[in-house]
């Protein structure tokens, strides 16, 4: 870890509005090479609009984001990606009738010949997407088959794959174990790991603290639009991270309401 | 290797053109005679062009009904200009060609940035087109159909481009076969051999994903839109030298042909998936039939009966095609 070296992604009271809903408002926070920031918050918290800052789907109106401590305005996709910043959607960003290969390296297919001539270089493609993929211990027997046929947890590591290949030096990653059973995010959890190992910055967004806590450097809390704090995890152990998280007054109301209504 | 072939959109309808070419060679004595070749070859070329290109943009995730009228409204512009105005047919062809282009972009333009259904956008081309070439031709010259064509100068350089005709092993065919393979070739390479081609099924499979990972959706989805019009004024082109004459009605009620074919030919309606080649074979299961049925001297009005059997066949083997593919194993 090395706290010190320029962060690859700096947002300073960073904020968004839509019309005249405030989505996020004056957020502070910092991912470093081989750190995983997490972003934890409950739905509506800010979440979402906070990566599409970051990935350039939409542009930010208050603050100031700093990529490799360079300030930047991201207009677009293509635009954070030549950044080298690259996101992976919960919804994952695959077409499914597709097969594997070609999903792997979507927008950024590699070609051969020149001219008229210039073409898809398949055998290059199919050889790379497979290995990759098995170098993540993902081992598939046909890289044609549509993406749509594999389980969930094998399509997010796909996109994760993905992401590091086409040379991400910062993955966001949007709620990646979420719809995911106990075992499948465990494997998710470790390619996270592996992609901190791989000095890659990460920012990790989640509403599961035990998801957070065990792989992150950083969390940064939202509720409805708002920082509730950046801390480092020296600062903060994971029982405070819970408690922060989802209010657990609100929680323990909750759960008085609930038994009062037993007969 | 097998399960490679199965895998292709386009087999079924492979399938199928090889049994109705089967069935109307045993059961009829013309079908394969030099006359009947040529005939069901020329008709199913002029819809396997367009079918190519509605294939490419349905893949794409579009619909374009403008498909049908375009090819009246470029061969009018052609035959009117030069008739009329006495401009130089191959400008004229030329004019004609950028306006075609000009429309596609048009409605693609409209679809994207709206994100309104493109049926309906284009449905509104269609129209306006139908009018124009009703009302504006008839205020122009005064008539809805255009003769003459054969005394505008120049007219026999182009012709043979278009129009003309070449005899193989005994077989006459128009030149329109050659523009069909050629085309059918073209966007096959394009859609399974080169990056466009890779966007074209991403943005019709899945729009947003493909945005999302730096896939130019705009300007994928209107060149598909441009490529229908352009095809238009291929085959629009074709007609009015075939023919050597326009009228306001060519072209009506062709656009659904044209999906029909592609559809049988294994596109999906949803977009995302299908192939040139397949649609291509539509349109000649569309020509076989077509002629077919005149050689076996059947009622004419079997061909529908045919066509809308044939179509709910290739829905319902696509939509299970898809099923298969999108559902985990």
Redesign the interface.
């Known amino acids: 870890m090395k706290p010190d070296s320029t962060p690859v992604i700096e947002v300073q009271g960073i904020g968004k509005r839509y019309g005249g809903v405030v989505a996020l408002q004056d957020v502070t926070t910092a991912v470093r090479a081989g750190q995983v920031t997490c972003v934890l918050g409950d739905n509506g918290a800010g979440k979402s609009t906070l990566i599409k800052i970051l990935?350039g789907?939409h542009e930010h109106d208050e603050g100031t984001l700093a990529v490799d401590g360079q300030e930047q305005r991201l207009g677009s996709?293509?635009e954070a990606?030549s950044h080298g910043i690259a996101?992976v959607?919960q919804?994952?960003?695959?077409?499914?009738?597709?097969p594997v290969w070609?999903n792997f390296?979507?927008?950024?297919?590699k070609?051969s010949g020149f001219g008229p001539l210039?073409?898809?270089d398949?055998d290059f493609m199919r050889r790379t997407a497979k290995s990759e993929l098995a170098a993540m211990g993902i081992d598939l027997r046909d890289v044609?088959q549509?993406i749509?046929?594999?389980?969930g947890g094998e399509r997010q590591c796909v996109a994760i794959a993905r992401a590091v290949y086409l040379g991400a030096r910062a993955l966001i990653l949007d709620e990646p174990t979420a719809a995911l059973g106990v075992k499948q995010a465990g494997v998710v959890l470790k390619y996270i790991a592996k992609a901190r190992e791989r000095d890659l910055a990460v920012v990790f967004v989640t509403h599961n603290p035990h998801h957070a806590y065990p792989v992150g450097d950083r969390f940064l809390l939202l509720r409805r639009g708002r920082s509730l704090g950046d801390f480092a995890k020296a600062d903060l152990s994971l029982h405070e991270l819970t408690a922060m998280m989802a209010g657990r007054a609100e929680l323990e109301k909750l759960g008085e309401e609930l038994s009062r209504d037993l007969p | 290797m097998v399960t490679?072939i199965l895998?292709r959109p386009e087999i079924g309808a492979a399938v199928a053109a090889l049994a109705v070419f089967a069935f109307f060679t045993v059961y009829t004595d013309q079908f394969v005679s030099e006359l009947g070749v040529s005939t069901w070859l020329n008709s199913s070329s002029r819809l396997g062009i367009m079918a190519v290109a509605v294939a490419l943009l349905m893949v794409g995730g579009e619909f374009d009904l403008s498909t049908g009228v375009m090819t009246g409204t470029t061969g009018l512009i052609v035959a009117v200009t030069t008739t009329h105005y006495g401009l130089n047919i191959w400008v004229a062809a030329a004019v004609s060609l950028a306006a075609a282009l000009a429309i596609g972009a048009a409605n693609g333009i409209v679809v994207v940035r709206t994100g309104l259904p493109s049926f309906i956008v284009t449905l509104g081309t269609y129209f306006v087109l139908q009018g124009l070439n009703l009302a504006l031709v008839k205020a122009i010259i005064g008539g809805v159909s255009v003769q003459g064509m054969r005394d505008v100068p120049y007219y026999d350089s182009i012709q043979p481009v278009f129009g003309g005709s070449f005899t193989l092993l005994g077989y006459e065919f128009g030149a329109s076969v050659l523009w069909w393979i050629g085309f059918t070739a073209l966007a096959t390479?394009v859609l399974l051999?080169?990056?466009p081609?890779?966007?074209i099924?991403?943005v019709g499979?899945?729009e947003?994903?493909?945005?999302?990972?730096?896939?130019p959706v705009f300007r994928t989805k209107v060149g598909l839109f441009m490529t229908t019009a352009g095809a238009g004024w291929l085959v629009g082109m074709i007609l009015l030298f075939e023919s050597s004459s326009a009228t306001s009605e060519r072209g009506v009620g062709q656009e659904f042909i044209f999906i029909i074919c592609a559809v049988v030919g294994g596109c999906l309606l949803t977009g995302?998936?299908g192939s040139a080649i397949g649609a291509a074979l539509g349109a000649l299961i569309y020509g076989m039939a077509n002629q077919g049925i005149v050689y076996a001297q059947w009622d004419n009005n079997w061909l529908q009966t045919f066509l809308g059997a044939m179509l709910l066949a290739a829905v319902l083997l696509n939509n299970w095609v898809?099923r298969r593919?999108?559902?985990?194993?």
């Open positions: 990935a789907v996709p293509r990606l996101t959607y919804d994952l960003a695959v077409v499914p009738l597709m070609r390296f979507l927008g950024s297919e070609t210039r073409r898809l398949g044609d549509p749509g046929t594999l389980s | 490679a895998r390479w051999r080169t990056r081609g890779n966007w099924f991403a499979g899945a947003q994903s493909a945005r999302q990972v730096g896939v995302g998936y898809r593919a999108e559902v985990a194993r």
